[in-house]
């Protein structure tokens, strides 16, 4: 069984939003920073967002204003907040977990399986 399952993906049209869920389960999910990772077709993968188990939040200089990241323990989930959607932002969205205090140095102890998203032009 997965420890994070995400959902939300989808196709929306540019200038559109999305909202994605990740549900964490068999983690001591308050302990854990969570965040969103991104891979588009034939690029690598690329960190997006992350929010700590202070609730500090980093964002990637391309999503930074345009999307939100936020976590609510009591229901062992992490949701990302996505406006103003671009084509470029089309890509594997995958939910991330680790003990670090932020994912952009590594330190990631388990992936989700990824949800589609797919922006059209």
């Known amino acids: 069984q997965d420890r994070l399952v995400e959902s939300g993906g989808g196709l929306v049209q540019a200038g559109g939003s999305l909202r994605l869920s990740c549900l964490a389960s068999?983690?001591?999910?308050?302990?854990?920073?969570v965040g969103w990772f991104r891979q588009a077709p034939g690029k690598e993968r690329e960190f997006v967002a992350d929010?700590?188990?202070?609730?500090?939040?980093v964002y990637s200089d391309s999503v930074k204003g345009r999307f939100t990241i936020w976590r609510d323990n009591t229901k062992n989930t992490v949701y990302l907040q996505m406006n103003s959607l671009k084509p470029e932002d089309t890509a594997v969205y995958y939910c991330?977990?680790?003990?670090?205090?932020?994912?952009?140095?590594?330190?990631?102890?388990?992936w989700g399986k990824g949800t589609l998203v797919t922006v059209s032009s």
């Open positions: 068999r983690l001591p999910f308050s302990s854990y920073a």
């Open positions: 929010i700590n188990r202070s609730y500090r939040t």
């Open positions: 991330a977990a680790g003990v670090a205090s932020t994912l952009t140095t590594g330190g990631i102890d388990f």
